[in-house]
């Protein structure tokens, strides 16, 4: 019995022991559970925190794209030129409400290469600009898009531009009519008078051979200032000028030089082309060939009767145009003077209408070019410089048809 009641005593001790231990470990995991638990509790709510941050910035940024789409959405509809967007494929795949007005529809789903088949007939005076089909003028830039994934294309509306163009350029040469018609009156009648005194001595039955061909030469060179003269002044008047002409650099230089040789220059002439002498221009022969023989005898008679008196004329092809110089080693002229030598009839020549460079100015701008001249001072030559875009044909409608030159 004795023993009975020890073995339950140490059963009773070792099983109370066991107890605190198990309750001492649940407690030490009930704190780490409640530890893991905070710990998760505080990540949730940084991450909540943050969750929200970037919700909020998302939100925002997708608030301004919503706002820049529709500040978008109405500069496209509210903008006077035509925007056509091009897919990959050559598809129309947006166009603005100006596009609609301009060239009709259907246009978005449409292939723009059957757009251009109906809408556009290019002419063959059409220069740098595109005639549509109703007779409308426009100007055409294409660009790529950023992705790399179609094209961007901008149709500009000229045909009222070019209008108030030319009534403005009518305007300004009637003003110009009555200076003019003086300046005419009185430079036709010196050079009248005096072939008039020599055909009166051509007349004459008892005039020496050498004396007649003498008054002949000189009566023709009278007639031919004459000429040119009235050429002049009627390229000034009539204003507009047809350029329908596609001709090579080559070409052009040959020419120039071929009338340069038939007059009666001083000075010595040097002819060179730089570049592609085959790259082409859409010109008016006829008047642009007068304009730089213009600049030619100008040149000339900057030089006078001086000794080693010389004019470079240089054609230099580079960039997209062609850049015809024009430099002497003559008189030249102070900027005082050149703000005033593009002013018809404003002449430094104690003969001359003053006409020269303003109609030489008229027939670049026709061309869509560049006119300039300048000098570094008295005495110390000047060149004359008329640029003008290239032309390339072969390319004209592949451009306008989206694909990639």
Same mark, same amino acid.
């Given at each position: 019995? #004795?023993?009975?009641?020890v073995?339950?005593?140490?059963? !009773? ?6 107890? #605190? ?16 638990? !905070? ?6 709510t ?7 941050v ?6 925002r ?8 789409a ?7 509809? %509210?903008?006077?030129? /035509? =925007? =056509? ?10 166009a603005n409400?100006?596009? %609609? ?36 003028k ?12 179609? !094209? ?6 000229l ?6 163009? /030319?009534?403005?350029a ?8 009555? &200076?003019?018609?003086?300046?005419? /009156?009185?430079? =036709? ?40 003269? %009235? ?11 047809? %350029? ?27 002819w060179q ?24 005898k ?7 009767k001086?000794?080693?008196?010389r ?24 900027? #005082?003077? &050149? ?25 670049? !701008?026709?061309?869509r ?15 004359? #410089? ?10 004209s ?9």
């Open positions: 019995m #004795a023993n009975a009641a073995e339950t005593a140490q059963f !009773q001790v070792r099983a109370g022991g066991d107890v #605190a231990r198990t309750l001492r470990m649940f407690d030490a995991l009930s704190q780490h559970i409640r530890e893991a638990y !905070q710990d998760l509790e505080g990540q949730v940084r991450l909540t925190g943050e969750l929200s970037i919700s909020e910035r998302r939100q940024e997708l608030e301004e794209k919503e706002k820049l529709n500040q978008l959405s109405t500069l496209l509809r %509210v903008l006077p030129a /035509a =925007v =056509v967007v091009l897919d990959s494929r050559g598809n129309v795949q947006l409400p100006a596009a %609609v007005d301009l060239l009709g529809e259907p246009l978005e789903g449409e292939r723009w290469i059957h757009v251009i088949d109906r809408c556009f007939a290019p002419q063959d005076d059409d220069g740098h600009e595109v005639s549509l089909k109703d007779g409308r426009v100007g055409i830039r294409i660009s790529p898009l950023e992705s790399g994934q179609g !094209q961007l294309i901008l149709i500009n509306d045909t009222e531009t070019r209008r108030l163009q /030319a009534e403005l009518r305007h300004e040469r009637l003003k110009a009519m009555g &200076r003019m018609v003086a300046s005419l /009156a009185h430079q =036709v009648r010196t050079p009248l008078s005096a072939a008039m005194l020599y055909a009166g001595h051509l007349e004459k039955p008892d005039l020496d051979p050498d004396k007649r061909l003498q008054m002949a030469g000189k009566l023709k060179r009278r007639l031919r200032h004459l000429e040119e003269q %009235v050429r002049d002044m009627l390229v000034f008047a009539r204003g507009e000028t047809r %350029v329908a002409e596609f001709v090579a650099v080559a070409e052009l230089m040959s020419g120039l030089r071929q009338l340069a040789e038939g007059l009666d220059l001083r000075a010595t002439v040097h082309i730089r570049g592609d002498d085959q790259a082409t221009v859409t010109c008016n022969r006829e008047t642009l060939l007068g304009a730089l023989l213009n600049l030619i100008n040149a000339d008679d900057a030089c006078g001086r000794p080693g008196a004019i470079d004329v240089n054609a230099r092809v580079q960039d997209g145009s062609v850049q015809f110089l024009v430099e002497d080693n003559g008189t030249g002229f102070s900027e #005082a003077e &050149r703000a005033r030598l593009l002013e018809a009839f404003y002449t430094t020549k104690p003969q001359g209408t003053g006409l020269g460079l303003a109609v030489v100015l008229s027939v670049v !701008q026709a061309h070019g560049v006119f300039d001249i300048w000098s570094e001072g008295k005495g110390k030559g000047a060149v004359a #410089a008329v640029t003008l875009p290239l032309c390339r044909p072969a390319e409608h592949r451009n306008m048809t989206g694909d990639e030159a």
